[in-house]
């Protein structure tokens, strides 16, 4: 049986993306943090279907638990592509409960992966926040100010070679060893 970590092991704080879950004290990998709950939806009663908010957590093709209410401080962990907990989901219980993968240290941020569907319906098309794709986007940027800094470089230097080519043309001949070079013409005869 996975430990269970102490109720005020989290507080809920500003993070990046707006409300997130904060660990207070050390959490083992393993320890079942919290557990999302909230009403039990059936998909098949046409008014349960049709709830729209960003709290669902579907257990199974029918049930889902909306994770709106007030008391439910999981709902207010965020998605991370690179997460420190997972979700526990227990369909037969109708239960989910969220666990830790990795040690996490006091101050540290406590995320799950939200999974594909959520992921490419709300955070793709506004642009994941989280910590591993904001440095991705960090390094993209980098690695673009760099190359933007080489073409602008390379223009410089055709720039400076035309330039010269285009002064050298009416220039006095050139000289070998202080005598003038000029080019000899062959007459035919």
Not at 39 to 54: A, F, S, T, W
């Amino acid at each position: 049986m996975p430990a269970i970590a102490p109720r005020k092991s989290y507080r809920v704080g500003r993070s990046k993306t707006g409300l997130g879950l904060f660990a207070t004290m050390p959490i083992k990998k393993g320890t079942r943090i919290i557990r999302y709950f909230g009403p039990i939806l059936d998909c098949r009663i046409p008014e349960q279907d049709e709830i729209e908010n960003k709290y669902l957590f579907e257990l199974n093709g029918r049930w889902t638990i909306d994770g709106s209410v007030r008391k439910n401080l999981a709902r207010y962990i965020n998605h991370s592509c690179r997460p420190n907990a997972e979700s526990d989901v227990r369909p037969r219980e109708r239960k989910v409960f969220i666990r830790a993968i990795k040690n996490i240290e006091p101050g540290d941020e406590i995320n799950y992966d939200y999974g594909t569907d959520y992921f490419k319906a709300y955070l793709k098309p506004i642009g994941c926040k989280c910590p591993s794709c904001e440095n991705k986007r960090k390094k993209q940027r980098a690695e673009a100010r760099v190359e933007r800094a080489k073409v602008k470089a390379r223009a410089e230097q055709k720039a400076q070679k035309a330039d010269a080519k285009s002064s050298n043309k009416g220039a006095k001949p050139k000289k070998l060893n202080g005598h003038a070079v000029a080019k000899k013409s062959r007459a035919r005869a």
